[in-house]
């Protein structure tokens, strides 16, 4: 998959260090997850609330990845990422040494969890803008696969909780952010090819076009899934099968873990196959995993499987929207991903949200991951629509001149 042609196309230092800043970001992003078990029960939180505690930051960081997005394309992804994470860094550290001391406080910190969300809309075109057409689905896939954090902070904070306390934990998390942040500063570097800066509302200007909302739409169910699920998990499995908050912990990693490691697995499908076909697949896989885990599995191991297979779908389906992203919009990249990621956590606030209204309201959780699954079969049925004008249209050069496969 990593061939001679790719690792001399970009550059791989960039490439590693938008890994791992993005890792670490989404670590801290869904961190209220994990942790959501102990914090509920310090609280008295009931399932609604719970519901909205891991929602925040994930509305939060799809608002900032539309300013994100825009700095990128102004100032320049890396300028842009530093100052994201001394922001997140200065947020947890104040956050730790004044203490949470409500639920609103919980809210106020997903806020600020929010800014590390918003690393997806940096570190994807800080990767992109190295590398060719040709490459673009592995390259994305790569740093995109830095949703593993989110299983990092599933594997470790619940025990890190039960151990220091939720509270510490909080704080410990800027140790490896500040690890993240000096590889960044030292290794990550702008491609020499990024546009000159624009007036501001000129970037808005993709808004006008009809592929902008159809990405959007599409990135909404693929990773508003993925980090729906990622941030809900924990407390589903203690919840519907009476796990512990560690070994629930265990198993959302082990999903988070299948769906992260695919993206890049997809965005290569993507490269050989095409973004359009692979993603139709997704979808039907997306739909069918769940609809499957909306109903009670009789074994927990069995609603791992499922939640499993779920997961790689849309993980693969991230990995794919980004392979026809830069596509369409190559100069723009900056403010369109910022655009699509936005949508991708508005998906992952609905989710999350919805799974904690339906248990409030129902006891279950089965009306939330049905509407969700409702929303896949609407993407498929978008996607072929709009495919045939895509192939059309998209394919430029005399490089690609019959073969549409890409798209």
Same mark, same amino acid.
């Given at each position: 998959?990593?061939?001679?042609?790719?690792?001399?196309?970009?550059?791989?230092?960039?490439?590693?260090?938008?890994?791992?800043?993005?890792?670490?970001?989404?670590?801290?992003?869904?961190?209220?997850?994990?942790?959501?078990?102990?914090?509920?029960?310090?609280?008295?939180?009931?399932?609604?609330?719970?519901?909205?505690?891991?929602?925040?930051?994930?509305?939060?960081?799809?608002?900032?990845?539309?300013?994100?997005?825009?700095?990128?394309?102004?100032?320049?992804?890396?300028?842009?990422?530093?100052?994201?994470?001394?922001?997140?860094?200065?947020?947890?550290?104040?956050a730790w040494f004044l203490g949470v001391h409500s639920y609103h406080h919980v809210l106020i910190l997903g806020v600020v969890l929010g800014v590390a969300g918003a690393s997806f809309a940096i570190a994807l075109p800080l990767a992109s803008r190295w590398y060719p057409p040709e490459h673009q689905g592995l390259a994305l896939g790569i740093a995109g696969a830095g949703n593993s954090g989110t299983a990092l902070a599933a594997l470790f904070a619940p025990g890190l909780a039960q151990a220091y306390g939720w509270n510490n934990v909080i704080g410990l998390a800027c140790l490896p952010l500040l690890v993240a942040f000096v590889v960044f500063l030292i290794c990550a570097k702008d491609a020499p090819n990024r546009p000159a800066p624009k007036a501001l509302g000129e970037y808005l200007d993709v808004l006008k076009?009809?592929?902008?909302?159809?990405?959007?739409?599409?990135?909404?169910?693929?990773?508003?899934?993925?980090?729906?699920?990622?941030?809900?998990?924990?407390?589903?499995?203690?919840?519907?099968?009476?796990?512990?908050?560690?070994?629930?912990?265990?198993?959302?990693?082990?999903?988070?873990?299948?769906?992260?490691?695919?993206?890049?697995?997809?965005?290569?499908?993507?490269?050989?196959?095409?973004?359009?076909?692979?993603?139709?697949?997704?979808?039907? @896989? +997306?739909?069918? &995993? #769940? !609809? %499957?885990?909306?109903?009670?599995?009789?074994?927990?191991?069995? /609603?791992?499987?499922?939640?499993?297979?779920?997961?790689?779908?849309?993980?693969?389906?991230?990995?794919?929207?980004?392979?026809?992203?830069?596509?369409?919009?190559?100069?723009?990249?900056?403010?369109?991903?910022?655009?699509?990621?936005?949508?991708?956590?508005?998906?992952?606030?609905?989710?999350?949200?919805?799974?904690?209204?339906?248990?409030?309201?129902?006891?279950?959780?089965?009306?939330?991951? @049905? +509407?969700?699954? &409702? #929303? !896949? %079969?609407?993407?498929?049925?978008?996607?072929?629509?709009?495919? /045939?004008?895509?192939?059309?249209?998209?394919?430029?050069?005399?490089?690609?001149?019959?073969?549409?496969?890409?798209?």
């Amino acid at each position: 998959m990593l061939s001679r042609s790719f690792l001399k196309a970009g550059h791989t230092p960039t490439l590693l260090s938008a890994f791992l800043y993005f890792d670490l970001s989404f670590m801290v992003w869904v961190i209220l997850g994990p942790l959501g078990v102990a914090i509920a029960k310090d609280f008295a939180l009931d399932a609604a609330q719970k519901g909205l505690m891991v929602a925040v930051p994930v509305l939060a960081g799809a608002l900032l990845r539309l300013a994100a997005g825009v700095l990128v394309d102004h100032i320049g992804p890396k300028r842009t990422g530093i100052l994201a994470q001394l922001v997140v860094l200065a947020g947890l550290s104040a956050a730790w040494f004044l203490g949470v001391h409500s639920y609103h406080h919980v809210l106020i910190l997903g806020v600020v969890l929010g800014v590390a969300g918003a690393s997806f809309a940096i570190a994807l075109p800080l990767a992109s803008r190295w590398y060719p057409p040709e490459h673009q689905g592995l390259a994305l896939g790569i740093a995109g696969a830095g949703n593993s954090g989110t299983a990092l902070a599933a594997l470790f904070a619940p025990g890190l909780a039960q151990a220091y306390g939720w509270n510490n934990v909080i704080g410990l998390a800027c140790l490896p952010l500040l690890v993240a942040f000096v590889v960044f500063l030292i290794c990550a570097k702008d491609a020499p090819n990024r546009p000159a800066p624009k007036a501001l509302g000129e970037y808005l200007d993709v808004l006008k076009t009809a592929d902008a909302w159809w990405l959007m739409l599409l990135y909404g169910v693929t990773f508003g899934g993925f980090v729906g699920l990622s941030s809900s998990l924990t407390i589903y499995f203690n919840a519907e099968y009476g796990l512990s908050p560690v070994t629930a912990g265990f198993f959302t990693a082990a999903c988070v873990f299948a769906g992260s490691f695919i993206r890049p697995v997809g965005g290569a499908i993507a490269d050989r196959f095409g973004g359009v076909r692979t993603l139709t697949v997704v979808y039907m @896989l +997306a739909a069918l &995993g #769940l !609809a %499957l885990a909306s109903f009670h599995a009789p074994s927990v191991w069995i /609603a791992l499987l499922v939640l499993l297979f779920s997961m790689m779908a849309l993980g693969a389906g991230n990995g794919a929207v980004f392979q026809l992203a830069p596509q369409r919009f190559g100069k723009e990249i900056g403010v369109v991903t910022g655009l699509v990621g936005m949508t991708g956590g508005v998906g992952g606030f609905y989710l999350a949200a919805s799974l904690g209204w339906a248990k409030q309201a129902t006891g279950s959780y089965q009306a939330g991951l @049905l +509407a969700f699954a &409702g #929303l !896949a %079969l609407i993407a498929l049925v978008c996607l072929t629509g709009v495919k /045939a004008r895509w192939r059309r249209t998209w394919i430029a050069g005399p490089e690609a001149a019959g073969s549409p496969s890409r798209v």
